[in-house]
T-cell receptor
Framework: DAEITQSPRHKITETGRQVTLACHQT?????MFWYRQDLGHGLRLIHY???????NKGEVSDGYSVSRSNTEDLPLTLESAASSQTSVYFC???????????FGQGTRLTVV | DQQVKQNSPSLSVQEGRISILNCDYT??????FLWYKKYPAEGPTFLIS?????DKNEDGRFTVFLNKSAKHLSLHIVPSQPGDSAVYFC????????????FGQGTTLQVKP
């Protein structure tokens, strides 16, 4: 079955370190997204991509970057981790024109 | 500026009764609306959606109503079951093709046996 997987599921890192969260989907979807979930804010869009070599900033993109070198993967990098980036991160993908995004199981990141 | 708002952080209902979850939006460009359900330690899962050309969409026990003039949508679950206890997120999209979703803050539903 097609799926979307995130790794690691849990990560503890130190302030200032570079961290990369992986996202891999086997649906062959063109659209991929990264969201963070925080209490009181719901899910907020960090970055998104509509295809290989395409990346776009979302509403909370500062301190994050993504790259899309193939259809299946959209890694999220925290250039210099900050305590404010402690959160649960969700990757999602969708088929163009379908409108429904499918989510991974999430990565809980703690920055100490 | 929160474009999608769920003003009730939590809701508690008795098993068998109706659950009504509400969502308001401010952006008149939104034309596609979705509800997602989330259990702890899992990713959100798609529940039901509605296009702006409709005012109602039904799928089993779940019905979504859209009032465009009021910029309001609601999710009705009837009858409610204990397994429905979860966080429910409302989401909206300005261009359905993009899949780019703006989410509300979520409402935690507890269904008591």
């Amino acid at each position: 079955d097609a799926e979307i997987t995130q790794s690691p599921r849990h990560k503890i890192t130190e302030t200032g370190r570079q961290v990369t969260l992986a996202c891999h989907q086997t649906w062959n979807h063109n659209n991929m997204f990264w969201y963070r979930q925080d209490l009181g804010h719901g899910l907020r869009l960090i970055h998104y991509s509509y295809g290989v070599q395409d990346t776009n900033k979302g509403e909370v993109s500062d301190g994050y970057s993504v790259s899309r070198s193939n259809t299946e993967d959209l890694p999220l990098t925290l250039e210099s981790a900050a305590s404010s980036q402690t959160s649960v991160y969700f990757c999602a993908s969708s088929e163009s024109s379908a409108g429904v995004a499918f989510f991974g199981q999430g990565t809980r990141l703690t920055v100490v | 500026d929160q474009q999608v708002k769920q003003n009730s952080p939590s809701l508690s209902v008795q098993e068998g009764r109706i659950s009504i979850l509400n969502c308001d939006y401010t952006n008149s460009m939104f034309d596609y609306f979705l509800w997602y359900k989330k259990y702890p330690a899992e990713g959100p899962t798609f529940l039901i959606s509605i296009s702006s050309i409709k005012d109602k969409n039904e799928d089993g026990r779940f019905t979504v109503f859209l009032n465009k003039s009021a910029k309001h949508l609601s999710l009705h679950i009837v009858p409610s079951q204990p397994g429905d206890s979860a966080v429910y997120f409302c989401a909206a999209s300005a261009l359905r093709d993009t899949g780019k979703l703006i989410f509300g803050q979520g409402t935690t539903l507890q269904v008591k046996p």
